[in-house]
């Protein structure tokens, strides 16, 4: 790889997404040791050399089955801190999906705030930038982070993969809570400009205590019309269920349901429901929690790297680029 360019890591468990970023940039990635200790400690160290060189280091901070969040979060930070001890000029973190994003304001009384001790975390251990994909709230994001960040908004991907379907009929795109309405309506636009055709919008109340989840209106005409559910992620899946029953109840002809994390925590109905036509989610988070026959039957897994290798195309200039990487 030419001196110019950077350095691409990839930590335990976002290897594969990372490859597949390399893959389309025309190289490959970089050395590193992880090794764990039998107190549980552990220490992670490139065996490439970095002093003056940019680095760019990939972790999607989910949980799976052999690391938690913060394990992951932890390896992260520790492991920037050593590339900047290293004398490395520059570190971005690539996180496909970022932890702790979901709590971004305080909702009940001397509430924590920790999307922004995570930024302040990652800030004080040398991170230069951040992007992330499809976090919860740009708002709180942005303002987060003293450090440049990039979100990458997945309106894109998923407009490309539904205006490929070749749907018959009137489109109605639902943002499934107020607060995602923003998110679904860049999405709507996307989808509407590659259809060359109108695309409507609706989104349905919802409230949320601990738990509990109220909220029964939807705004919006879906008679007849096929419905694609537009949300950030897919948790327990709940949140898509009401507003996917609530679209049935109202005379929705098909129903998709769309997310750009699929964490499938819990034991969800949403895949076993017959209500929806597909599930679909990008790769950011592999459903190793899922059933693998489950997976080929109810998920399309939609992929996201192109979208990343095109960003790193832009700020570095590599030039093995694959053709046609975003059509």
């Given amino acids: 790889m030419p001196h110019n360019y950077p350095l691409l890591f990839a930590l335990d468990g976002s290897q594969a997404y990372a490859s597949r970023v390399a893959h389309r940039l025309g190289c490959e990635l970089s050395e590193l040791e992880e090794r764990n200790f039998e107190d549980g400690e552990h220490k992670t160290r490139p065996l490439e050399q970095v002093c003056g060189r940019q680095a760019i280091v990939f972790q999607a901070l989910y949980a799976d089955a052999e690391q938690s969040v913060n394990d992951k979060l932890c390896r992260l930070l520790f492991f920037c801190a050593a590339l900047k001890d290293a004398g ?105 400009r590659r259809m060359g055709r109108p695309v409507g919008n609706a989104y349905m109340e919802k409230f949320r205590s ?3 989840l109220t909220g029964a209106l939807l705004v919006g005409d879906v008679q007849d019309k096929i419905v694609i559910i537009f949300d950030d992620l897919i948790s327990t ?57 489950l997976v080929v039957q109810r998920l399309q897994i939609l992929d996201s790297s192109a979208y990343v290798a095109a960003l790193l195309v832009r700020e570095f200039g590599f030039a093995n680029l694959e053709q046609h990487t975003c059509a």
Wanted: net charge neutral.
């Fill in 210 to 212: 601990n738990d509990a």
């Fill in 88 to 192: 490395a000029r520059r570190v971005q973190v690539i996180a496909p999906y970022l932890c702790y994003a979901r709590k971004e304001r305080r909702t009940k009384a001397q509430d924590p705030i920790i999307s922004r001790y995570v930024a302040s975390l990652l800030e004080t251990c040398g991170v230069d930038h951040l992007l992330a994909l499809e976090v919860h709230n740009v708002a709180a994001f942005d303002n987060a982070f003293r450090i440049p960040t990039h979100h990458l908004d997945s309106a894109e991907l998923f407009a490309s993969h539904f205006s490929g379907l070749n749907l018959k009929g009137e489109i109605t795109v639902v943002a499934p809570d107020s607060g995602g309405t923003k998110r679904a309506e860049l999405f709507r636009c996307a989808l509407a």
């Fill in 237 to 293: 899946g709940e949140t898509l269920m009401r507003a996917g029953e609530a679209c049935r109840a109202a005379g929705a002809k098909q129903i998709f349901a769309a997310a750009a994390h699929g964490l499938f925590c819990g034991s969800s109905p949403l895949l076993d429901s017959a209500l929806f036509e597909r599930i679909v989610v990008s790769d950011s988070v592999p459903p190793w929690r899922l059933d693998p026959l």
